[in-house]
């Protein structure tokens, strides 16, 4: 599994931060089809900038499974994030 991008950019807002933990808590365990997270996630509005603040800090991994094609699951900086800023539901 390989990271999509490393932090590089300045703090972000608390609605991008929340919805930062709405993504990686959608990702589930499982890893997703890249093309479904693109299409619920990626946003051309530049004051919401989820997927891309998600890569740029290195929640997301990209990785390709024969069969299945291009997969993005949660990083091990992602599954931390989220264990440490968001209860799990009930």
Known sequence: MTDLRQSTGPAVSD????LIL????WMGPDPRP??????AWRTSCPRLPVWEEANDRGFLARHHAPGRGAL????????EHLRNNRQPSR
């Open 22 to 25: 709405d993504l990686l808590e």
């Open 15 to 18: 609605s991008v931060e929340t």
């Open 72 to 79: 993005v699951s949660l990083s091990p900086a992602g599954a």
């Open 34 to 39: 890249y093309a479904e997270v693109l299409e």
